[in-house]
């Protein structure tokens, strides 16, 4: 069969089941979870069999070792997989959920009811583990899911498919709710974002490059985390200790998350305090520091940064650090060379608080907290299938809500307009 | 200067307004408004004489009497709009407002701001009317918007546009918050759609070959209505005398609306009770009755409806009807037929009507009342900018509440993440 014949068919088939997904209770999605936990853990063997498959090829393509440790399945990275379903259980159901009825002076009752997206397509690269997660997520949200996963783990994740596909089936529900793409073929991708007959939304994860090309070249709707370039900003009013705990933790927490910390303003009136306490901290963690001029001034270890490094999501242990004169320059600085992805501010001052978290267009703005927070577990979604620089729709971690939409429910008693 | 030339200026000058849109105080906003309104009606003469020339404009062209109709502007109409405005200062102002905010286990406490998407661009056909609607809901929701109506209402739209330039100069917010393009040059479109780096939302407002148009060319997100192909079944369990009205009400209390009934779905139960006391009704009214081979057998005046007749938005006087054997079965018609518009239940039957909301899967669903209540004003957001038929971001009417976005806002007391 020709790929994009391959991409209608599994186009049809979603569409299909997602039809009886909006409708299945609360209690059949969450059998289907508990039924796929069961599945992952008494076929552990068979999937790490698939997993040492896929890696033994990736050594032989010569993967880099940062890759082959993202691919690798442990035993603790099979539980951690089933335990997550297990929580998505215990998340209420969002579905059929009714908010807002008002009453209006017609004599009509208008309210919202909370329904699924419909079909999903997800396209991630290398970690299989994103397979259960995605998977888990949209038969919460009751919708269909097509799933992309990167040709690296291509065997581990066709097993997790048929596991998740027996599940669904034990629990009455549509086996094609979930599938996987059964084809390394690049083109798959392409049809895919265009299938919009078939298709609601496409949520790509992985790096820049490949959601950049998504974005261009979909004409289905695509919820999308391009880059993550987080600052924090040490306000003259700051409480000392905290901003440093605070900067630290931001940082050198871990380097490779999209919520790490990769620029730092500090407020002139504090940055030789500031830093003659910090950068023994980084220095010690080995961070490599670059500033503005004024910070090479005070930090001997410090490089000059370029225009460049401002814009830069180094995703390592290097720092970039700029004093500025006044919140309104950190600010503008934010807005200009960040991402719209999270934003600190440190500051024991409230209009200055509050200024920061109005003025900055970000999708999750901070007072004095660690930009590591931003998480679809720690804002309490539960589980987050991505965090969203976009505007619409769903901006921020993205958890079982951002994959459903509202209707409109009019109750009525033979009104009629006049 | 070249077309693309004159978008991009346009644009950059809608991105740099649309940063101090953000940050207006309700006041502002409301004063400019008021100043709008002040001014629309100190200036009707030199708009009606605008208006006068593209009607002479669109006489010579040889426009059709219903364009010409909706391109008057008469003393009424001009007041309406002013109306209108004024109606929009009473709106609770959504930007800024903070909701759901919760305590988290780590100690930071999690929440909503809702702010401004930033520049939206509204793209529409004659009507002058729009131009103020559309600016007065963007200034409202802290947007900055680039409008461009129909070559028809050109010279009306570019007076309107400086009336509207000079309330906002009069309440110090930026004359670039609305801008309308000024040219008739077909080309703006294009570059308009595709502008991503200065605008953040299209709304198309207009025939359904321009939105089609306009949706498959956009690399801007596009919140767009396409047709209103509205359903009302009449259940078995209905009160016949309640489907009779709404029926009625749905077809003919407006023929060119979106919202107005395009198909009437009636169970086999009730077929005959309820066509012998409604077809007199539509047939008083000269409206044209196509129907199913069950239908026909009982309507001697309804002609057999086509295939095609189902999927087809008349916008006219013009009912097609189709017998049904089951509730399941009128549910399917409208998920196959229908263009997830509004779709309406008449029933007694409570578990009937409480399926149909939830299984049709439409922008609106009513039970018990007339689809032509799907408006923004009937809803109690005040005023709209348009009815969406998407399913990400806005759906159903779009309000205020619909050209804003929300950032996720922390408030922390020095949390790092462990």
């Given at each position: 069969m020709r790929i994009k014949d391959q991409i209608d068919e599994i186009g049809k088939q979603a569409k299909k089941a997602s039809a009886a997904m909006a409708l299945a209770s609360t209690a059949e999605k969450n059998t289907a979870l508990h039924e796929i936990v069961q599945l992952i853990r008494t076929h552990k063997a068979q999937i790490q069999q698939a997993n040492q498959a896929d890696l033994n090829k990736a050594n032989q393509n010569g993967l880099e070792p940062a890759l082959l440790d993202r691919l690798s399945l442990s035993d603790k990275t099979i539980e951690t997989m089933a335990i997550g379903l297990e929580q998505m259980t215990q998340l209420p159901d969002p579905i059929g959920e009714i908010s807002d009825l008002k009453i209006r002076p017609s004599g009509i009752q208008v309210g919202k009811m909370r329904v699924p997206l419909g079909v999903i397509g997800i396209i991630y690269e290398s970690r299989p583990n994103v397979t259960i997660d995605a998977a888990g997520l949209c038969i919460k949200s009751g919708n269909a899911t097509i799933l992309r996963g990167g040709s690296e783990a291509f065997e581990c994740n066709q097993v997790l498919a048929q596991l998740v596909s027996q599940g669904l089936t034990r629990a009455n529900?549509?086996?094609?709710a979930v599938q996987v793409i059964k084809?390394?073929?690049?083109?798959a991708v392409g049809h895919l974002i265009t299938a919009k007959t078939y298709v609601d939304v496409i949520v790509p994860r992985g790096g820049k490059s490949l959601i950049q090309r998504i974005a261009e070249q979909a004409t289905v709707p695509v919820i999308k985390h391009l880059d993550g370039i987080c600052h924090t900003y040490i306000d003259a009013h700051a409480n000392i200790e905290q901003a440093i705990q605070i900067a630290d933790n931001a940082k050198?927490?871990?380097?490779?998350?999209?919520?790490?910390?990769e620029t730092l303003l500090i407020h002139q009136a504090v940055a030789q305090k500031v830093l003659s306490k910090l950068v023994p901290l980084y220095l010690a963690k080995h961070v490599e520091l670059r500033g503005c001029p004024a910070t090479c001034a005070l930090v001997q270890h410090a490089k000059p940064a370029t225009e460049q490094d401002w814009f830069t999501?180094?995703?390592?242990p290097i720092l970039s650090i700029r004093i500025v004169d006044s919140l309104e320059q950190a600010i503008q600085h934010i807005n200009h060379?960040?991402?719209?992805?999270t934003d600190v501010i440190v500051t024991e001052h409230h209009s200055h608080a509050m200024q920061f978290i109005r003025q900055v267009d970000s999708a999750s703005v901070m007072i004095?907290?660690?930009?590591?927070?931003?998480?679809g577990f720690e804002y309490g979604?539960?589980?987050?299938?991505g965090i969203s620089?976009?505007?619409?729709h769903a901006r921020g971690p993205v958890g079982l809500e951002g994959l459903t939409s509202q209707k409109y429910v009019i109750f009525g008693h033979g009104e009629i307009r006049t």
């Open positions: 529900l549509p086996a094609h084809t390394t073929d690049r083109d050198t927490h871990r380097y490779g998350t999209c919520n790490t910390m999501e180094y995703l390592a060379y960040g991402s719209q992805h004095n907290a660690s930009s590591r927070f931003a998480d979604l539960g589980a987050e299938i620089t976009d505007k619409l």
